[in-house]
């Protein structure tokens, strides 16, 4: 017999369905519950309300697992390589030697950007948030490829899209770090690999070659992989609502760029270290800023801690800590800030005061610490989210597309004003 759940509402009984996921989640199918009781439900934040059924992420916040298409995320970050996991997302499997090697051929035809992009560029002050520029670059590619636009499109076409998408977001990237720091703009290499040839373009100068290191490179892969998907967190959600009323691709990224550039989501790893650099600046003492963060009548909070979903620790935490180490050792750079930060991490682990709130390091805590010690500026921090999350972007809008969802749009409980009559102006 199916599992149902039994509501009752003003004295009269209704049966909705269960459904079960692969990894046994469970939820209520209320999809006729406004038409059988004229009821709707409301839960803000959407805390408790799955908004799709995906094939692509698995997370178990309690467990601290995170596994891209079954994959777990240990094992990838170890042994993948970001434009691997970029297609295991994309489309489903892990690629043979020659799909893999297509899609990276294919993706480094792409890297270059329309010279008129550049004159977009020439538009924005150089003070502009990298984030606004990426935004509004990504929004500005429907324009050069209009066809993205046609809600049929086809396989091909779709393919085309993510191709450019993936092989133009670097670039622009790179760009913006380049357009912030008054440089000159270096176009992309085609000998070069991803992490690679995204690393020349952020750091080359015409009169000084960069020595491209392979435990940076490494690093790169590394926390781009972590940062792929994470099922519908807000941005991914923003990107399948903005998909589901068939806007193209590029706007779709687009509107998810702006939502992970909020402070409360993507725009964490830049508060983490800006508080790590308040903390040395004050002097350096943790254990001040500890009772701070415990004094509810004190302001200050510690960013990087705690996760909406993870109950215990994020996997991905403990993977970039590892890294940040690495590469911090690899560099022969001893970085204040890991210092202040792993003092930060043990209080969070052993006080019980965060023990209780589950207030342990998240993804953004390290993040930032590594991208520090390969010279990316702390407002690049959020771009380097979104150069990782786009292929998870990418999966979940093709994800909607191909299983033809309808146009999200959410219910309401309305609480102004009841029936009124206008009133001119001169009698108010
Ligand atoms: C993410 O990876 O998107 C962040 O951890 C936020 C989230 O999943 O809600």
Aim: overall charge negative; proline content about 5%.
């Amino acid at each position: 017999m199916a599992e149902s759940a039994e509501i009752i509402l003003d004295g009269k009984s209704y049966s909705f369905p269960v459904i079960e996921g692969t990894e046994h989640e469970k939820a209520i199918d209320i999809a006729k519950l406004r038409d059988q009781t004229g009821y709707i439900t409301i839960d803000s934040g959407y805390k408790n309300t799955g908004a799709t059924k995906s094939a692509i992420t698995f997370l178990d916040g309690e467990e601290g697992i995170l596994r891209y298409r079954g994959y777990p995320i240990e094992q990838l970050a170890e042994q993948s390589s970001f434009l691997e996991v970029a297609y295991l997302l994309i489309y489903g499997t892990l690629p043979t030697q020659a799909e893999l090697d297509e899609f990276s051929n294919q993706i480094t035809k792409h890297t270059l950007v329309h010279e008129d992009v550049r004159k977009i560029f020439d538009g924005f002050p150089s003070a502009a948030h990298p984030m606004a520029i990426l935004s509004s670059l990504i929004c500005a590619l429907t324009a050069f490829y209009p066809e993205s636009v046609s809600p049929d499109l086809s396989k091909e076409n779709i393919d085309l899209n993510v191709i450019r998408l993936m092989a133009k977001l670097p670039t622009i990237a790179a760009w913006t770090y380049k357009n912030n720091m008054g440089h000159p703009l270096n176009y992309p290499r085609n000998d070069l690999d991803y992490a690679a040839n995204f690393l020349y373009m952020m750091f080359s100068f015409p009169t000084e070659k960069y020595e491209i290191n392979p435990v940076v490179v490494r690093a790169i892969n590394k926390l781009l992989i972590l940062h792929a998907d994470h099922e519908q967190n807000c941005s991914t959600s923003t990107v399948r609502l903005v998909g589901s009323a068939n806007a193209s691709l590029y706007g779709s990224v687009s509107a998810g760029i702006n939502a992970l550039w909020g402070p409360l989501h993507g725009g964490a790893n830049q508060e983490v270290v800006e508080m790590l650099e308040a903390i040395q600046r004050d002097g350096g003492d943790t254990s001040k800023f500890i009772a701070k963060a415990k004094d509810k009548n004190d302001p200050f909070r510690l960013m990087g801690f705690g996760h909406r979903v993870y109950k215990n620790f994020d996997p991905r935490a403990k993977i970039i800590k590892k890294a940040a180490d690495e590469v911090l050792t690899a560099l022969g750079i001893s970085d204040p800030l890991l210092k202040i930060a792993q003092e930060l991490e043990q209080a969070a682990l052993t006080d019980p005061y965060f023990v209780e709130r589950k207030l342990y390091p998240n993804v953004d805590f390290y993040s930032g610490i590594i991208y520090k010690a390969i010279g990316i500026p702390t407002e690049m921090f959020t771009v380097m989210f979104a150069l990782g999350r786009l292929p998870g972007w990418i999966a979940q809008w093709k994800e909607m597309r191909e299983n033809k969802e309808p146009i999200g749009r959410p219910r309401q409980v309305y609480t102004g004003e009841l029936d009124r009559d206008y009133t001119p102006i001169e009698q108010r």
